[in-house]
């Protein structure tokens, strides 16, 4: 009995582990490549440790590309400012929504629940003549001010606003806050874990979108990582020690903000989804 | 008394509305609007050139998708994309959760690991892929390696689309694992504990108890699968530099919706009305998949 358990659970490892090799390998592949020479890439080998270790790939895509550095400062930029903003607005309807009596209430939340449910691909060209009306194709607000909320968060803020203990308000309302004191001073505050979680969903989708910046911009000085990093391939196509490089520097921010984040994450996911 | 009663309920939806203004302002000028928008744009054909101009053609624009052989090619790409790629990662997606809940050491470690690629953006991880999908690249290495044939995965008409099924599958499995490690842990171990009282070993119990359990969760993952799926783009854009080749291959619903909108002219209205198909055939596929594990769970 005791011996069957065992064989079941070493299996149990073989597959986790078999499929952290598969899950690592094209990252692996991917660093690696970063640090060879554009000789040891061309000649195919299928080593992964380089044998002439190099930075050049690094410096050449920070020093003699001029454009990437400012590709990074757009991408951080403009998934700085969706973050901050939606953090905010998100939490203000979703508490509108969750505590205070009013209205419209109702038919509202009905129409924030209908707008989860349309695609993309539908509001997409409306959205680029709209813009294109504002004047806004070409700009950081074009990129920021139509993604400065989301309809998921305004729902999932509502749901855990919801759930919050209703003392605390008021109490505050008896030392005389007003709603917004009460809203900034203690509500936000305390949702922190739940803002945790939205933030980094809204900084990673927006730091990793490639259909709206493809649309929008067409100023390459103003192009997001994942758009110069495709027109970096057109540019160096058989470069792959350069694009691998640039994909490096691409990927690290968001796995130094999952590495610190990591528990809300998973929160995030089974918030969102799941249930 | 009543007086201060309407007073605090005008107070309060003062302030309701003041909180919700950001929203209602986007809400109206780059959602609701936009799909109004949307519908004008099916029925009329745009002139972008100088100012911009519309013309009411009825319904032409979706006559025209009968037509439209790149219309059937995207089609039918697409939905062979999606009948492969959901099952496969929703089950791959099942397994992994199942075998990381077993209680095994280094499950936080294994964790981290899976939910890599759900991390990356999908531009990065196509290109990474195009790498190792290089004639002379890893991929075919190790398949010679192990005695398997090659492909020109990046070439061939054949195996273009596998190629890009096999990264999704891969990058998207983990994501829905995390949603599924996260119901496995409300199935009550008095289920388990039964199941192992009528003799059942660790395979039934998984059969009988686990996947049972998590039907509506399974619902969820297949219906964000389907959702995802049919709006394959960036890996097909990038992975095809925009034409969806080798021979149109490649080439899926909302990319030709891209095309026709942003790179050939007079085609906007066109490109609005196949958005509008998508939309329909994804809201249809959601109703089928919602009705038929309905009717299961009835049993």
Known sequence: MKRKIGIGKALLYVVLVVYAIITLIPFLWALSSSFKTLEEIVSGTMSFVPKQFTLDNYKQIFVEQELFPRWLLNSVIIAAAVTVLNLLFNSMAGYALARLQFPGRKPLFLIILAVLMIPAQVTMIPNYLILKQLGWLNSYQGMIVPTMINATFIFMMRQFFINFPRELEEAAELDGLGRLGIFFRIVLPLARPALAAQAIFVFMGSWNDFMRPLIILSDPQLFTLPLGLNSFKGQYISYWNYIMAASMVFTLPVLVIYTFFNRYFIKGISFTGGK | ?299
């Open chain 2, 1 to 299: 008394m009543k007086q201060t009663l309407t007073k605090k309920m005008w107070r309060e939806t003062g302030s309701a509305y003041l909180f919700l203004s950001p929203a209602l302002f986007v809400l109206l000028l780059f959602i609701i609007g936009p799909i109004v928008f949307a519908v004008f744009l099916a029925f009329h054909k745009v002139q972008l050139l100088g100012t911009t101009s519309f013309e009411f053609v009825g319904l032409d624009n979706f006559a025209r998708i009968a037509d439209d052989t790149r219309a059937k090619i995207a089609l039918w790409n697409t939905l062979k994309y999606v009948a492969i790629v959901v099952p496969c990662q929703t089950i791959l997606a099942l397994v992994l959760a199942a075998t990381l809940n077993a209680g095994l050491k280094g499950e936080k470690f294994f964790r981290i690991v899976y939910f890599l690629p759900t991390l990356t953006s999908s531009a990065v991880l196509t290109l990474i892929f195009m790498w190792m999908y290089n004639q002379n690249g890893l991929i075919n290495h190790v398949l010679e390696a192990v005695g398997l044939p090659t492909y020109n995965w990046l070439g061939d008409p054949d195996v273009a689309l596998n190629a890009i099924m096999i990264m999704n599958i891969w990058s998207t499995a983990p994501y829905f694992m995390v949603i599924y490690l996260a119901a496995l842990q409300d199935i009550p171990d008095s289920l388990y504990e039964a199941a192992e009282l009528d003799g059942a070993d660790a395979w039934q119990k998984f059969w009988h108890v686990t996947v049972p359990y998590l039907r509506p969760v399974t619902s969820f993952v297949v219906v964000m699968g389907l959702i995802g799926t049919f709006q394959l783009f960036d890996q097909s854009y990038i992975f095809s530099a925009g034409s969806g080749g080798p021979n149109n291959s490649t080439l899926t619903v909302v990319l030709l919706i891209y095309q026709y909108a942003f790179k050939t002219l007079g085609t906007m209205g066109y490109a609005a009305a196949l958005a509008f198909a998508l939309a329909i055939i994804i809201l249809i596929a959601t109703l089928l998949q919602r009705k038929l594990s309905k009717e299961e769970s009835l049993y």
